[in-house]
């Protein structure tokens, strides 16, 4: 199972308390671990990523194993920690402004 742990207003959009739980039935990776966000809680289509284009939000951060991950290809596997559960993948609302 992949961890998940979204912003407070991306918890309260998809109407989840806490971390969200995913299964994976292959690799995982940033690509993979967001399809299964979105297809589980299709409320979040276009929050993290656009619809279209499929790159991540420019304000929005993805962490691992306390690394940015955000600026990884899509398809770079997740670290181990993060693929067995052991550690979460967060979805971090970026500050800006002066």
Do not use: N
Request: net charge negative; proline share 7%; charged share 25%.
């Amino acid at each position: 199972m992949i961890r998940v742990v979204l912003p407070v207003h991306l918890r309260t959009l998809a109407r989840v308390d806490g971390e969200v739980a995913l299964g994976l039935d292959g690799p995982a990776t940033l690509r993979s671990v967001l399809d299964a966000l979105e297809a589980r809680h299709p409320e979040l289509r276009g929050t993290i990523r656009d619809q279209v284009t499929g790159k991540r939000r420019p304000f929005v951060r993805l962490f691992a194993c306390q690394e940015d991950w955000s600026h990884e290809a899509p398809d770079a596997k997740l670290p181990d920690a993060v693929a067995s559960g052991a550690e979460p993948l967060l979805v971090v609302g970026a500050v800006a402004g002066g």
